[in-house]
């Protein structure tokens, strides 16, 4: 018998259910999460014209970037990672204190090395609390010989209800490479920053924690990041929605673009070492701050990045 469609986006479909209507869910295709709720409340944007063919990446959620950012002479853009079938390492597990995590990982096949000729191994922990997500990446190099650089970028969409009325902190004083300007390099003045045109930007050196005002019901996201020096701001207002086939031309008042990753200077991986990243989204209404050591690496991976 037929496998059907349904059957088939059944078994592509990861949930993580904390219960009290919230949860995300994460795409096999890309490891990208495509909803993340809280109090039954979507966190995320993602396209009404977003593919889920199994072929193009899923435009909105979270794509996972790697080992490109942008344009790349070898492959597609933004690398191959989000447009490849990931492997769930570990099921949805509820933790003891009422947390659900999922482990996600990506090794190097036939397709990867037709593109890059490199071993790799990356894994993707998932945690979900209650008005939190938390992201957990390592990469590993299991050669005895050969080193690689890699680009790594977490695409976060945020949903919002006018991107004309966010305002982003924590890059004031930072350099940033304008993409709409040619790429020329200026440094940002605004102690907050807001979005009224066209904005493609890559904010280096940012700072471990940025703050977006005015997402879901007025409230505010908290994006906290370790191992991740740049920032990328990115909405593509009126013009460039019409090029994109899967892009609503009146979709980009309802989205932001927050990406937290390594652009600028791609990361060194030498033979039989690690890399450790991570980044935790926090929508909060009242002064709440996040403990950054939950933010640094703590050995979640340790167990996960041997190469079978």
Same mark, same amino acid.
């Not at 080193?147 to 004031?172: A, E």
């Not at 450790?276 to 690496?297: G, H, N, V």
């Given at each position: #018998?037929?496998?059907?469609?349904? =059957? #088939?986006?059944? !078994?592509?479909?990861?949930?993580?259910?904390?219960?009290?209507?919230?949860?995300?869910?994460?795409?096999?295709?890309?490891?990208? %999460?495509?909803?993340?709720?809280?109090?039954?409340?979507?966190?995320?944007?993602?396209?009404?014209? =977003?593919?889920?063919?199994?072929?193009?990446?899923?435009?909105?959620?979270? /794509?996972?970037?790697?080992?490109?950012?942008?344009?790349?002479?070898?492959? @597609?853009?933004?690398?191959?990672?989000?447009? !490849?079938?990931?492997?769930?390492?570990?099921?949805?597990?509820?933790?003891?204190?009422?947390?659900?995590?999922?482990?996600?990982?990506?090794?190097?096949?036939?397709?990867?090395?037709?593109?890059?000729?490199?071993?790799?191994?990356?894994?993707?922990?998932?945690?979900?609390?209650?008005?939190?997500?938390?992201?957990?990446?390592?990469?590993?190099? @299991?050669?005895?010989?050969?080193?690689?650089?890699?680009? #790594?970028?977490?695409? !976060?969409?945020?949903? %919002?209800?006018?991107?004309?009325?966010?305002?982003? !902190?924590?890059?004031?004083?930072?350099?940033?490479?304008?993409?709409?300007?040619?790429? =020329?390099?200026?440094?940002?003045?605004?102690?907050?920053?807001?979005?009224?045109?066209?904005?493609?930007?890559?904010?280096?050196?940012? /700072?471990?924690?940025?703050?977006?005002?005015? %997402?879901?019901?007025?409230?505010?996201?908290?994006?906290?990041?370790?191992?991740? @020096?740049?920032?990328?701001?990115?909405?593509?207002?009126?013009?460039?929605?019409?090029?994109?086939?899967?892009?609503?031309?009146?979709?980009? @008042?309802?989205?932001?673009?927050?990406?937290?990753?390594?652009?600028?200077? +791609?990361?060194?991986?030498? /033979?039989?070492?690690?890399?450790? =990243?991570?980044?935790?989204?926090?929508?909060?209404?009242?002064?709440?701050?996040?403990? +950054?050591?939950?933010?640094?690496?703590?050995?979640?991976?340790?167990?996960?990045?041997?190469?079978?």
């Amino acid at each position: #018998m037929a496998t059907t469609a349904a =059957a #088939m986006a059944a !078994t592509s479909v990861v949930v993580l259910d904390r219960g009290n209507n919230t949860t995300c869910t994460i795409n096999l295709h890309g490891a990208t %999460v495509v909803s993340w709720r809280v109090n039954n409340q979507e966190q995320l944007f993602v396209s009404k014209l =977003a593919s889920f063919d199994g072929k193009k990446a899923i435009r909105g959620g979270i /794509p996972f970037v790697f080992p490109q950012f942008g344009a790349w002479s070898f492959g @597609p853009q933004h690398g191959f990672a989000r447009i !490849t079938r990931w492997h769930l390492e570990r099921p949805p597990d509820r933790l003891h204190n009422g947390d659900v995590e999922a482990i996600f990982s990506l090794m190097d096949n036939d397709f990867t090395r037709s593109i890059w000729n490199y071993q790799f191994r990356i894994t993707y922990r998932l945690i979900l609390r209650e008005k939190e997500l938390h992201f957990h990446i390592g990469v590993y190099n @299991p050669s005895k010989e050969l080193s690689f650089t890699f680009n #790594m970028l977490l695409h !976060t969409y945020l949903k %919002v209800p006018d991107v004309r009325r966010c305002q982003i !902190t924590g890059l004031q004083g930072c350099h940033f490479i304008d993409k709409t300007r040619e790429n =020329a390099l200026y440094q940002e003045g605004r102690e907050v920053v807001t979005v009224n045109e066209w904005t493609d930007r890559i904010y280096q050196h940012t /700072p471990q924690e940025h703050v977006i005002t005015n %997402v879901v019901s007025g409230r505010k996201m908290r994006l906290h990041k370790y191992n991740f @020096p740049d920032t990328v701001i990115w909405n593509p207002w009126i013009d460039r929605s019409r090029e994109m086939s899967d892009f609503g031309d009146d979709e980009f @008042p309802n989205m932001l673009c927050v990406e937290a990753g390594n652009v600028t200077s +791609p990361v060194i991986l030498l /033979p039989g070492t690690a890399f450790e =990243a991570s980044q935790i989204l926090q929508q909060f209404k009242c002064p709440y701050t996040i403990d +950054p050591s939950s933010c640094r690496k703590k050995n979640y991976l340790t167990n996960f990045l041997q190469y079978d």
